[in-house]
């Protein structure tokens, strides 16, 4: 979920104007993914880090001050409801990051993705204002996480945090971060030789684009959104409606 510095292999045909969706679909199924060098680069190249970083599901760092954030509903959680938004805001600089790896080829085709059901987003709202979400796509049981951003302290932690909990519930097994940063390894995400990773992206992604049928379903991205909410506290019956923090905190502390 972060572009960093790390061994990286470039593989041939470094320079794409127009990014094919199924072309990255199948990158992603392999251990690939695209970076442009900036922001208002041509083309993209493609990457194959040496170690991976992942955060396992059951591994998510929930801190008490983390905690008490997400519960407290600081702000407000959609999935997919801007996903060009925060695509846009991911590709934006910012004093810490002044140039992006997310170039308008890149751009173009996660947009695509999203429009066909692979791509998708986390929002946080403070009101109407956009202050941070993350992005990433989806193969199978698998997200591979893209970019993240925070315009607002812990914005882009509780996103991690909503995105960790609904992975969780839609039955997803692997969350790849691609390269580790201490942001990262402070949420409970860990590097893996590529060999390990390819065997969980191998089990997570069976059957996934038409090859033998594994039996299995994919993830889920939208489970979450159909959980019952518990009874209301006056014994009224069963409503629906979207999670609450707290129960997002529910979801990250109890046991599998």
């Known amino acids: 979920m972060a572009r960093g ?7 041939p045909d470094p320079s794409y104007d127009v990014l094919d969706p199924n072309l990255v ?12 060098d900036a922001r208002d680069a041509a083309g993209v190249y493609w990457v194959e880090p040496r170690s991976r ?13 983390l ?25 934006e600089s910012a004093d810490d990051r002044p140039d992006t790896w997310i170039n308008t080829t890149i751009e173009s085709a996660f947009t695509t993705l999203h429009f066909r059901g692979f791509a998708h987003s986390i929002e946080c709202w403070d009101g109407d204002d956009l202050v941070g979400g993350l992005y990433g796509l989806t193969l199978g049981k698998a997200f591979f996480g893209e970019s993240m951003v925070s ?7 509780v996103a991690l945090a909503w995105l960790v909990a609904r992975l969780r ?9 691609q390269f580790q940063t201490p942001h990262l390894a402070s949420l409970g995400a860990v590097e893996i030789s590529r060999g390990d990773y390819v065997a969980l992206l191998g089990a997570a992604i069976e059957g996934s684009l038409g090859g033998a049928a594994s039996g299995a379903a994919p993830g889920d991205f939208g489970a979450l959104d159909r959980l019952p909410l518990p009874p209301l506290s006056d014994g009224a019956d069963t409503v629906s409606g979207p999670p609450l923090g707290k129960d997002i905190v529910q979801l990250l502390t109890q046991t599998s």
């Open 5 to 11: 510095a790390g061994a990286v292999k470039h593989l």
């Open 25 to 36: 679909l199948g990158a992603y199924a392999v251990g690939v993914f695209p970076m442009a």
């Open 53 to 65: 970083a992942v955060l396992p599901l059951d591994g998510f760092h929930l801190s008490r001050s």
């Open 67 to 91: 905690r008490k954030t997400v519960a407290s509903d600081r702000f407000r959680v959609t999935a997919d409801a801007a996903f060009e938004d925060v695509i846009a805001l991911c590709a």
């Open 151 to 157: 315009r607002a302290t812990d914005a882009s932690k």
């Open 169 to 177: 519930v839609g039955g997803f097994t692997l969350l790849d971060c």
